[in-house]
């Protein structure tokens, strides 16, 4: 797996979606690359940064946030609760 896969794959390996085999090329990647390691840590803290600062779901959207983000957001939310 190259880095370009890494990044490609990572969203799936967060949400559990690689097949064992994919899982397996993914963490050997891991297991040799430190770069892909600090962006994964990166990423993660970006998520959990990003989920700290909605903890109040009824507060009102700020006037200056685009539309088309909430609307993508809100879409990404329904697929996730989903699963």
């Known amino acids: 797996m190259t880095c370009r896969e890494f990044i490609e794959f990572l969203w799936q390996y967060l949400s559990k979606d690689l097949s064992a085999d994919e899982r397996a090329q993914f963490e050997a990647h891991l297991a040799r ?7 994964l840590k990166s990423y993660q ?3 959990r940064a990003g989920k700290g600062s909605f903890t109040n779901l009824d ?10 983000l909430v609307y993508a957001i809100l879409l990404s939310w ?6």
Do not use: F
């Not at 507060?59 to 088309?68: H, I, K, N, R, T």
């Not at 329904?78 to 699963?83: D, Q």
């Open 33 to 39: 690359c430190a770069p892909c390691v600090r962006y």
């Open 59 to 68: 507060d009102p959207v700020p006037a200056e946030v685009p539309e088309e």
């Open 45 to 47: 803290e970006t998520i």
């Open 78 to 83: 329904s697929k996730h609760e989903r699963r």
